[in-house]
């Protein structure tokens, strides 16, 4: 059963807001109050191994990572994606998580809620598979895994954060192989690591090629 606990705060001066969401084993993450802007899209991850058939269009040609696969920290996952009305596919690489410290999240005005938490920042490469139109997109709903494998308190920053820019896929990313980095902030409560990651965005559900894909998170642990 999901525990939530959505706070979302406002911050006028640096036009910052977020949401903290509670710990959670299921797959279907706590939907935060803060939301990224209508015009980011959400990008679904999936690996070369165990595809599924693609649906009509521009993701004809991609070849999809099984849902629920179990990817290691560098291997690269592919997955539906659609931003405004163009759909296609996306690769979704972890390519590492750093470790920052409680005092990083003083900007982010969290309160007593994060008090005791650590910061981890999930370090992402995000891949245009099919040379769709992705511009100005951003990467979908991930999640830090703690060590047993659940969902780590989720943080959604909407904004410029230092220590761990979001950002979006910029005007080029609507060749084949165009790429950009971002980083997903995930919290650990105290005693526990985030060992891992998991990536189920909406378009990763949405655009499902059968009545399986998509019912699992694909990880990186």
Not at 32 to 41: G, K, M
Not at 89 to 110: C, F, M, N, Q, S
Request: glycine share 10%.
């Amino acid at each position: 059963m999901r525990t939530a606990m959505p706070v979302a705060l406002a911050v006028s001066a640096t036009a910052m807001a977020f949401a903290l969401s509670g710990c959670s084993s299921e797959d279907t993450p706590a939907q935060p109050i803060a939301t990224p802007p209508a015009s980011s899209a959400a990008p679904s991850s999936a690996a070369p191994s165990s595809s599924a058939a693609a649906p009509a269009g521009d993701a004809a040609s991609a070849e999809y990572t099984k849902q629920g696969t179990k990817l290691k920290i560098g291997e690269k996952a592919v997955v539906p994606f659609k931003s405004q009305k163009n759909t296609g596919a996306i690769g979704v690489t972890v390519t590492g998580i750093d470790k920052g410290v409680e005092a990083d999240l003083a900007p982010l005005k969290l309160g007593d809620r994060a008090k005791g938490m650590t910061p981890y920042y999930i370090q992402v490469k995000v891949t245009n598979e099919t040379g769709s139109d992705f511009s100005y997109s951003s990467l979908g709903l991930m999640n830090g895994l703690l060590a047993d494998g659940t969902k780590g308190p989720h943080v959604t920053v909407i904004g410029k954060f230092e220590k761990c820019d979001s950002g979006n896929s910029g005007k080029a990313f609507t060749t084949k192989d165009a790429s950009y980095n971002s980083c997903v902030l995930a919290l650990a409560p105290a005693g526990a690591e985030v060992k891992g990651a998991s990536y189920s965005a909406s378009t990763y559900r949405d655009l499902a090629p059968n009545t399986d894909y998509g019912k699992d998170a694909v990880t990186w642990q």
